[in-house]
C-alpha cells in the first residue's frame, strides 16, 4: 500500500501546478477462448477540473495469441470528441479501424519488457470548425514492468505516434507514463496511473483509473 500512498502524493501534487488536466475511465471486458480473444473497452474522459465531458468512447476486436507472450489483434472503435474552441457543446464523430502486434519479453521472474505497436485508420466527421478527413497513425508503446508482490504490478511506458495526413507525415503524440496494477482477484483487476501526453499543441496530465474483467 505504500506504493499507493506515495503515487496519490506525487498525482494531488502534480494536479495542483497543472494547467491542463483530465482523467481518463476504462473498462475492459476481454473474453477469451483457447487461442482466441474478443477484446472488449470502453471510456469516458473529462477535463479534471471542471469536470466537463470531453470523450467517449468504444473499442471491439479479435485477438489471437500465437503463445502465452506474442498475440495480435484487429478490430473497430468509435470516439466522440468535444469539439475544442466552441462555446457549445459539440462533439465530432470518429470511426477507426485498428490492427496491433504485441510482444512480451520475460527478464526474470519478477521484469518484463512488453511492446506494442498499432496502426490506426481515422475517419474524423465534418464539425462546425473542420471538414472531415482521412488519417493514419502508426504507434509504438514500450513498458517496463515489474511485479511488486502477487497483487501489485507497476509499469513504466512510453508511447510515441505519428500520422499520416494528405501527405503529411508529423508527430502526433507521446505519452510518458506509471501505471499500476492491482489484482483483485483470478479475473479482476484496477489499474490507476499518470500519464503527460505531449502533443502539437498543449500538453495533458491524465488521471487513468482503470477495471478489467476477465
Request: aromatic share 20%.
Amino acid at each position: 500500500m505504500r506504493y499507493l500512498l506515495i503515487f496519490f502524493v506525487f498525482i494531488f501534487s502534480v494536479e495542483a501546478e497543472a494547467q491542463q488536466a483530465q482523467s481518463w475511465f476504462s473498462i475492459n471486458a476481454p473474453f477469451r477462448k483457447g487461442n482466441w480473444e474478443w477484446h472488449n473497452d470502453a471510456g469516458y474522459r473529462n477535463e479534471l477540473t471542471r469536470f466537463t465531458t470531453q470523450q467517449f468512447l468504444f473499442r471491439t476486436g479479435i485477438r489471437h495469441y500465437f503463445t502465452d507472450k506474442i498475440s495480435g489483434a484487429f478490430g473497430y472503435a468509435f470516439f466522440d470528441t468535444k469539439v475544442q474552441g466552441v462555446e457549445s457543446t459539440e462533439f465530432g464523430p470518429e470511426n477507426r479501424l485498428w490492427q496491433e502486434f504485441n510482444g512480451v519479453v520475460q527478464l526474470n521472474e519478477r521484469n518484463s519488457f512488453i511492446h506494442r505497436i498499432r496502426t490506426e485508420e481515422r475517419w474524423f466527421s465534418q464539425t462546425s470548425i473542420g471538414e472531415s478527413f482521412f488519417g493514419f497513425r502508426s504507434r509504438y508503446r514500450i513498458a517496463f514492468q515489474r511485479k511488486l508482490n502477487k497483487n501489485m504490478d507497476v509499469q513504466f511506458y512510453n508511447e510515441l505516434m505519428y500520422q499520416l495526413r494528405e501527405t503529411q507525415f508529423d508527430f502526433n503524440q507521446n505519452r510518458v507514463g506509471l501505471n499500476f496494477f492491482v489484482k483483485l482477484s483470478s479475473k479482476a483487476q484496477v489499474n490507476l496511473g499518470y500519464t503527460y501526453m505531449s502533443t502539437s499543441q498543449n500538453p495533458l496530465h491524465l488521471i487513468l483509473i482503470g477495471f478489467t474483467k476477465r
